[in-house]
């Protein structure tokens, strides 16, 4: 079943991610939240294991287009999709990681612009609206 995703954090103009198109290995139109997120975790970490890992003396410069360093230097994090570590990701553990950062308030999801709360919530995904992930972030310092 094909899903649309975008990814947004709070107080950016510009989504992280843009909207996208992700597959995932599912039939049925109702789902739960905690499977859904599952789901897309799997298919991510797949993505992520499938690309291909460089050595450091045959890496090729990969420099991102113009309209495209903005977003990275707005994200914090400017990556020319190079990968250096070796190691694979684990499903198990970024599923398990997923469900608890979401548990812990550290990103919202939202499904036609209404929040999913409750990860036995139910979603019927037989309407094509799009999933948003707004990652949240912790306000530095504090008043006394």
């Known amino acids: 079943m094909e899903i649309k995703v975008t990814v947004r954090q709070l107080g950016k103009k510009h989504p992280v991610l843009s909207e996208q198109k992700i597959e995932i290995s599912y039939k049925d139109s109702n789902i739960t939240l905690e499977h859904l997120l ?10 992520f294991n499938a690309k291909s890992f460089e050595l450091e003396d045959q890496d090729d410069t990969k420099i991102p287009r113009d309209n495209y360093l903005n977003i990275l ?3 914090g994090k400017a990556g ?19 469900i608890q950062a979401f548990e812990d308030g550290m990103f919202a999801v939202f499904y036609n612009d209404k ?7 139910t979603i019927d995904l037989s309407t094509p609206y799009t999933f948003t992930f707004i990652r949240l972030t912790f306000l530095a310092g504090s008043y006394w």
């Open 38 to 47: 599952q789901l897309i975790v799997q298919q991510q970490v797949e993505a």
């Open 73 to 75: 230097t707005d994200t």
């Open 80 to 98: 020319f999709g190079s990968i250096y570590n070796l190691k694979k990701a684990d499903v198990y553990k970024a599923r398990e990681n997923a």
């Open 115 to 121: 929040q999913l709360e409750d990860l036995s919530q």
